[in-house]
């Protein structure tokens, strides 16, 4: 029996050698990037492997395991690029549109945030997008082009002070998303980019906080000014530091995406660039949602050691009791 066990392992760790060599190749010889929902696959088949052999019987676990890795192998995406004849649309019409005007307005409690933060980040993410699009989509239906916008991974996962900018992204990407479907039968290809943090404009100046800080103080009302008191909304003005230190200043993993999204012959519908980008949205979608909450306490959390004035209180009575 341990003859026969010894064996079947043996038999997986062939097979594991093997598909692995036969995946870098393929990816070495395409130039495949590598990505987050590459290695998130990888790890599922390094699961269902040690499920296979310690749990299923031999036959059937070592079918099952097989055609993992090869439908594993077969959906490996190959950047094929457009050859100089596809591209002579490009000298002769609109080939592409790529949406990327963004503004954050403020990080804050959706609570305190004026409505004109809110107004601001859906007119410029979302509305503006819609109004050029629709300006230029007669002469992409034409080109048979591509439409490509520069969404956000804050658009399809919560993160907290990002309300209105969430918001405006998360509406964003609902249109592209509408329009895959609308211009499927022009046959015009549409590719969403949800990046994670980059060091961009988009954070604006510290003078640009410190005006904005200012505007919340004069819209708030008096008894949610008393709730969060002077020592949270003061910590507001240090948010724009600190969330840039968690953006990388290297943007050619999206200026890649955007060039496949506009030249491969089959460009993706969804591109997850950057640290986390494609992981953290999976996170929220599959998992509970306290694994979640938990995570994102400890990521994401802007105010991690400081509590409105209301709940300190409320935290020091309950002390006392």
Not at 123 to 132: E, L
Not at 151 to 162: D, L, N, R, V, Y
Not at 238 to 263: G, I, K
Not at 307 to 317: A, D, M
């Amino acid at each position: 029996m341990e003859l026969v066990q010894c064996d079947s392992a043996l038999l997986y760790v062939v097979l594991s050698a093997l598909f692995t060599g036969l995946v870098i190749h393929k990816l070495i010889r395409n130039k495949v990037k590598i990505e987050n929902a590459a290695v998130s696959c990888l790890l599922s088949l390094l699961l269902l492997e040690i499920i296979c052999c310690s749990v299923l019987c031999g036959c059937l676990g070592l079918t099952l395991f097989i055609v993992a890795c090869a439908l594993y192998y077969i959906s490996i995406p190959v950047r094929r690029m457009m050859t100089t004849q596809d591209k002579a649309v490009l000298i002769t019409g609109l080939w592409g549109i790529v949406n990327n005007a963004g503004v954050l307005g403020y990080m804050a409690d959706g609570e305190l945030l004026p409505i004109s933060v809110y107004k601001q980040c859906m007119d410029v993410n979302f509305i503006g997008v819609v109004q050029v699009t629709k300006m230029f989509m007669p002469l992409l239906r034409k080109a048979k082009g591509r439409l490509v916008t520069i969404s956000s991974m804050a658009g399809h996962t919560p993160i907290s002070g990002f309300a209105a900018y969430a918001a405006s992204k998360a509406a964003l990407s609902m249109f592209s998303a509408v329009m895959r479907q609308d211009l499927f039968k022009w046959g015009v290809k549409v590719s969403a980019i949800h990046p994670s943090g980059f060091k961009t404009n988009i954070f604006g100046s510290r003078e640009h906080w410190s005006s904005q800080d200012q505007n919340i103080l004069d819209n708030i009302m008096p008894e949610v000014k008393e709730d969060y008191g002077v020592e949270y909304l003061a910590s507001l003005k240090d948010l724009h530091y600190t969330m840039s230190t968690f953006t990388s200043p290297d943007l050619s993993p999206v200026l890649e995406d955007v060039c496949h999204a506009l030249l491969a012959r089959e460009p993706y519908y969804s591109y997850t660039p950057g640290r986390c980008a494609y992981l953290i949205p999976c996170l929220f979608r599959y998992f509970p949602l306290w694994v979640y909450d938990i995570f994102a306490k400890q990521t994401f959390q802007i105010h991690r050691n400081i509590l409105p004035r209301s709940l300190q209180i409320s935290e020091s009575n309950n002390k006392i009791d």
